[in-house]
């Protein structure tokens, strides 16, 4: 399948209401039943300020997050639409065209 994948930068203290803004985002996806997101953590990064982010022993507050998430271009369209609409959000992103797809059997579905 033709489709996009959509990755969007923030840090771990960012919230968006009373959830932290990365949670807020998987919800939203499981909400759109988006098929899958993923969160990861990074160590050091640079914003858009020109600040550095980074995880410290002691304070993971700044620590810089991404979450992404393979869509169609129906859903993209979908998903796009509701965050331009949401109120009081403030979030940088980055959407490229990929081709994805599934090979090989769920593993429930194998043979033991």
């Not at 033709?2 to 923030?10: K, N, P, R, V």
């Not at 271009?73 to 490229?96: D, I, Q, T």
């Not at 990929?98 to 059997?105: A, D, K, L, N």
Request: glycine share 8%.
């Amino acid at each position: 399948m033709d489709g996009y994948q959509l990755t969007f930068f923030t840090q771990q203290e960012r919230r968006h209401g009373h959830q932290q803004l990365c949670q807020w985002l998987l919800t939203l996806a499981q909400s759109m039943q988006i098929r899958g997101a993923t969160l990861v953590s990074a160590q050091e990064g640079l914003g858009s300020h020109h600040r550095l982010h980074s995880a410290h022993f002691f304070d993971l507050a700044d620590q810089p997050v991404e979450v992404t998430m393979i869509v169609s271009a129906e859903e993209c369209e979908a998903l796009m639409e509701r965050l331009r609409n949401e109120p009081g959000l403030h979030l940088f992103y980055a959407k490229s065209r990929v081709e994805f797809g599934t090979i090989g059997e769920p593993a429930s579905s194998i043979a033991a």
